[in-house]
């Protein structure tokens, strides 16, 4: 979309009008301008111009053309990824800007008019992007923060109202939403199991137990207190030993997450290992909680000996609860609730 600025002409005093206009022949007439181009159109310049004539005579200053936030916002969009520009922002002879990033990945050539970028910066532009404040991009979604240009993409990595990644750990999704979209997503497109309780006995088999890298990846979402709890139990590589993990993420933010707590418990044939832990929120990737060990961790060995049997078949239960951090796990007002 093209932008019109207002650039302000004086007129000689010897100049005559065809009709007599009361003297306004002699101020400064407003000509409308189409920018050549985008860096033109951001360009901001105060004409002081002089209208002689008249006793006094005197000087008039054009106000500065002021482009919509908006549009200056545009004009900080680099046009190769469209992403906001931050310096070092590069231009052409001609004045066509882009981002570092996208400098190398166009071979130095601009791609506006395909002329050679050299090294020139648009310190203009820089200088224009400093001055500006600007709402966080989540406004939309209940974020009410303002912050200057270059603070703004800090606080947007980490502002609350950010989109959730979809928690399913089975395929790579790109879904993000907020959770109540998330949890409807689980159910209805992953087809994810799911529970109302605060406890939980989950149960695992696989009848392959030594193919450890193509173990089933398991998801089973609890919904207690108000909130969505993920269960995962999967099996994976830790170093050269085959093991099993189970861990609890919990569906909203890290602050909210340190009110909860959870237990997993797994045992056969007289004997048991219990883990007890806070729930990892969901902006911790599924693969950074797996990789922090944060969780019950069995080794096949002792899985296959809960299992019991031959132990050629992978039977493994997994009972756990949640409970509030103020409350007394023991005598807490949570009611049980089983699921086979």
Avoid at 226 to 235: K, M, N, P, W
Avoid at 246 to 262: I, K, P, V, W
Avoid at 288 to 310: C, E, P, T, W
């Amino acid at each position: 979309m093209e932008m019109t600025s207002i650039e302000c002409v004086s007129y000689s005093d010897g100049m005559e009008d065809d009709e007599d206009d009361g003297g306004a022949s002699h101020l400064p007439r407003p000509i409308l301008v189409k920018p050549s181009s985008a860096a033109a159109a951001a360009a901001v310049n105060v004409v002081v111009v002089s209208a002689g004539g008249g006793a006094g005579g005197g000087e008039v200053v054009g106000a500065p053309v002021l482009p919509p936030a908006t549009s200056v916002h545009e004009l900080l969009e680099c046009p190769v990824c469209t992403n906001s520009m931050y310096p070092p922002i590069h231009q052409c002879q001609n004045g066509h800007t882009l981002c570092s990033t996208c400098k190398t990945r166009v071979h130095n050539r601009c791609p506006t008019c395909r002329q050679e970028l050299g090294d020139i910066r648009c310190l203009a532009l820089e200088k224009v992007a400093e001055s500006l404040e600007l709402p966080c991009k989540y406004y939309s979604l209940g974020c009410p923060e303002i912050f200057p240009y270059y603070s703004k993409l800090k606080h947007e990595s980490q502002c609350n109202f950010r989109p959730y990644n979809c928690p399913y750990a089975g395929s790579e999704c790109s879904v993000v939403g907020d959770i109540p979209f998330l949890v409807a997503h689980l159910r209805d497109d992953h087809k994810v199991d799911m529970h109302s309780g605060c406890t939980f006995n989950h149960r695992y088999v696989k009848s392959n137990p030594r193919e450890v890298e193509n173990a089933t990846w398991m998801l089973t979402v609890f919904h207690c207190f108000g909130q969505y709890f993920c269960l995962h139990f999967e099996a994976f590589q830790l170093g050269m030993a085959p093991v099993y993990m189970a861990f609890l993420r919990f569906m909203g933010d890290e602050n909210d997450a340190r009110n909860y707590s959870y237990s997993l418990e797994v045992g056969a044939n007289g004997r048991k290992m219990i883990w007890e832990g806070t729930p990892r929120s969901i902006r911790d990737s599924h693969r950074k909680v797996r990789d922090s060990h944060d969780g019950l961790i069995i080794q096949r060995n002792m899985a296959l000996f809960f299992s019991g049997g031959d132990r050629k078949e992978l039977k493994l239960r997994v009972t756990g609860r949640i409970w509030k951090e103020q409350q007394n796990p023991d005598t807490g007002a949570c009611i049980p609730n089983l699921f086979s």
